[in-house]
């Protein structure tokens, strides 16, 4: 190949470990060659006890893997925050177990391989797909524009793996089970499990450790301006984006830039006009809420706690109240 031009892709989500990418123009020459001496491999398979046993996941680098489908739920609709609608699909996928979800066209396209009663091996190649790692879970997904599913290719990759698999478990069993990848669907689920310790809200403020905690509260004002219970965020971080620039914003903190802006519904504990009247139910209401304690609100440079789940079960919150007794106190420069 002649006269092509090299350029720094700078991606944010990288397919290849590559700086450059080869654009063809008007002058490129390409010539096609019939016995080439150097390896062709189509994928950059990682091994999932590699990724299982990471330090840390980039989820910027796009992935390939290839295992054996042990596993689906059931498809769900869904509507994405640009407003399309699509599907949903969750799969386990075994050389060891890590979970898969699929979105989109490569739902309908696995879906009519996932009988009950399958005997053969359901081999996929899960190309580009983005690496993800969420309370000590790791699993992948597909990306809606780049992503490929390969279902059983005729490739030699594929056929070698799936002699290894046949020669672990025989093919006269049944390999594909129905199972819920989700640990609980709400927050009364994994409250009634019995193992969950609840804190106050002081507890939480003060907290020096990152990840998860549940706490007690009663909403007793909504702190709002004019206009200002919601905001445009950033749709890669909760940052806050005012000013368009042409058709496009872009974040002052991350850099990401996109065609449009993120809702984000802000609550705090103080009480001003300008949010709905139908917010107004809200108030005296109790609740136990599921925050995410981030490096950032440790090191007190956010103020703002994300709220994972929420569980509004009178009875649940009478048993869980935590030890200490409620103050009055607001604390008026937190925020959920």
Request: proline content about 4%.
């Amino acid at each position: 190949m002649s006269n092509f031009i090299v350029v720094d892709k700078r991606e944010k989500t990288k397919t290849s470990m590559n700086r450059w990418t080869l654009n063809f123009s008007h002058r490129t020459v390409v010539l096609l060659v019939e016995n080439p001496t150097f390896p062709l491999q189509a994928f950059r398979l990682t091994q999932i006890s590699e990724l299982l046993n990471a330090d840390r996941i980039n989820d910027s680098q796009l992935i390939d893997i290839m295992g054996e489908v042990v596993g689906k739920e059931d498809p769900k609709e869904l509507i994405t925050s640009k407003g399309k609608e699509t599907k949903r699909l969750a799969i386990l996928v075994e050389d060891l177990d890590i979970g898969c979800v699929l979105f989109g066209d490569m739902v309908d396209q696995i879906l009519p391989y996932l009988d009950d009663g399958r005997v053969e091996p359901l081999i996929v190649v899960l190309q580009f797909f983005r690496p993800s790692r969420w309370n000590e879970k790791t699993s992948v997904q597909s990306h809606f524009d780049i992503s490929k599913l390969r279902i059983n290719s005729d490739l030699e990759e594929v056929r070698d793996f799936r002699d290894r698999r046949l020669a672990a478990i025989p093919s006269n069993l049944v390999r594909i089970s129905q199972v819920n990848t989700n640990n609980s669907h709400s927050g009364a689920d994994e409250l009634k499990r019995g193992d969950v310790t609840v804190n106050t809200i002081e507890e939480a403020l003060n907290s020096t450790q990152e990840g998860p905690l549940w706490i007690a509260g009663t909403i007793v004002a909504i702190n709002s301006g004019k206009d200002d219970w919601f905001y445009k965020s950033c749709r890669k971080c909760p940052k806050k984006v005012e000013t368009p620039i042409g058709n496009r914003y872009e974040c002052g903190k991350c850099g990401h830039t996109h065609g449009s802006a993120s809702l984000r519904f802000v609550f705090r504990e103080l009480y001003a006009e300008g949010y709905p009247a139908a917010l107004e139910s809200l108030l005296e209401r109790k609740l136990l809420f599921k925050v995410n304690v981030k490096s950032s609100n440790i090191k007190l440079y956010d103020q703002v706690y994300t709220v994972m789940k929420v569980c509004e079960d009178d009875t649940i919150f009478e048993m869980h109240l935590p030890n200490k007794t409620f103050s009055t106190v607001t604390v008026c420069a937190k925020s959920l």
